[in-house]
Nanobody, 117 residues
Framework: QVQLVESGGGLVQAGGSLRLSCAAS????????MNWYRQAPGKQRELVAT???????TYEDSVKGRFTISRDNAENTVYLQMNSLKPEDTAVYYC???????????WGKGTLVTVSS
């Protein structure tokens, strides 16, 4: 059974940093692309960052240079290091995977990040 458990969210002042973690199980982590999405109040869900099995990364424009996605295949964990946080980064952050051969997306329950001005 695929499980994704996010952690690391919280309340931080603008300019601060947080590190999100997503612990994965139930599939072969190392061969799959991992994604972080976020959903702010009243807004649509958006893709924040992606890391492939080859560790190629992509970022949404507004977080480039501030956020870094990484993975630890030995720990089956993907991270999102968030620096220089802004109030507009406030959202629930979700870890998402579509494991190879499964055909559907799996989501964690999310972790709330609140950035105060």
């Amino acid at each position: 059974q695929v499980q994704l458990v996010e952690s690391g969210g919280g309340l931080v002042q603008a300019g601060g940093s947080l590190r999100l973690s997503c612990a994965a199980s139930g599939f072969i982590f190392s061969i799959n692309t991992m994604n972080w999405y976020r959903q702010a109040p009243g807004k649509q869900r958006e893709l924040v960052a992606t890391i492939t099995s080859a560790r190629t990364t992509t970022y949404e424009d507004s977080v480039k240079g501030r956020f870094t996605i990484s993975r630890d295949n030995a720990e089956n964990t993907v991270y999102l290091q968030m620096n220089s946080l802004k109030p507009e980064d406030t959202a629930v952050y979700y870890c998402i995977v579509r494991p190879r051969g499964y055909g559907i997306d799996y989501w964690g329950k999310g972790t709330l990040v609140t950035v105060s001005s």
